[in-house]
């Protein structure tokens, strides 16, 4: 599943043909994909999990989570999601009358879907949608009828999807030390922990005692170095992992801090 920074529709369909990683690593709005070939294995903080083909799932929004999509035996990783966007939960949640009676601001999850033949038929329902161009309204409608599915299978997600609270703050330290190798920028950090960035950015040197972005090069380089020292892994298998963008903008980084080059660390 590919997490969007800006959900612009809501109904996504996903097509790679290729070994895939993920480069947007914030869930930004709740979610349910289903994946129709290939394996998608999604990793959290503190929780790891695989999804294969005919699986379905659900990714609560505000979190973190990186992504490996393999494509199956014919070649191809197929996948839809259908995202929740708080307007349109607002929406339902005044019409229907359904609210969350819990504060679960903080609580991230990503779990998995009972895929009975009424949420197979229905994600197969949308392959309709995906080469013809429908209304604004339609594509609602068809957002409901996901939800509705859901709550239907899974009642306690109710306490979740309808929770339209912002996170609060929380341990910045032990947050930063949990996710800095997931490349977002600092206004997301500070969203993620319920600060506005000025605040995030004083908190943070208060505690650390450098400047975030001096803070997150620093704990990258030295999870890439133990990766590639103690591991035997190589700076391909873990620029991406510890949060940089590009190869050669982290073996420069790699060589400017230890003045090496990270291929010839292992050797």
């Not at 895929?115 to 994600?123: E, G, Q, V």
Request: glycine share 4%; with cysteine.
């Amino acid at each position: 599943m590919d997490p969007k920074e800006n959900i612009q529709v809501p109904i996504l369909f996903s097509c790679y043909v290729t070994k895939s990683r993920s480069s947007e690593h914030l869930i930004a709005e709740h979610s349910i994909c289903y994946i129709e070939s290939g394996t998608l294995q999604f990793q959290l903080p503190d929780k790891k999990g695989t999804y294969q083909k005919g699986d379905i799932f659900f990714a609560s929004r505000n979190q973190l989570a990186k992504t490996i999509k393999f494509p199956g035996n014919d070649g191809e990783f197929k996948s839809t999601v259908v995202f929740f966007e708080q307007n349109t939960l607002k929406d339902i949640s005044l019409s229907r009358s359904i609210l969350s009676t819990v504060n679960r601001a903080s609580s991230s999850t990503v779990t998995a879907v009972s895929a009975n033949r009424l949420m197979i038929n229905y994600f197969k329902s949308l392959q309709a949608y995906q080469e013809e161009e429908v209304s604004a309204s339609i594509l609602k409608l068809k957002v409901e009828e996901g939800l509705l599915l859901l709550l239907n299978i899974h009642p306690e997600l109710q306490e979740i999807l309808f929770d339209f609270s912002e996170p609060g703050k929380i341990d910045l330290e032990k947050f930063m030390n949990m996710h800095f190798k997931y490349n977002v920028d600092l206004k997301r950090f500070a969203m993620l922990t319920g600060r506005s960035i000025t605040t995030f950015k004083r908190d943070f040197e208060k505690i650390f005692q450098i400047s975030p972005s001096r803070w997150l090069k620093r704990k990258r380089l030295e999870e890439a170095y133990y990766l590639i020292k103690e591991k035997g892994l190589k700076a391909t298998e873990v620029y991406l992992e510890v949060g940089f963008e590009d190869l050669s903008h982290f073996s420069f980084a790699f060589k400017q801090n230890y003045g090496v080059s990270p291929s010839l660390i292992g050797a």
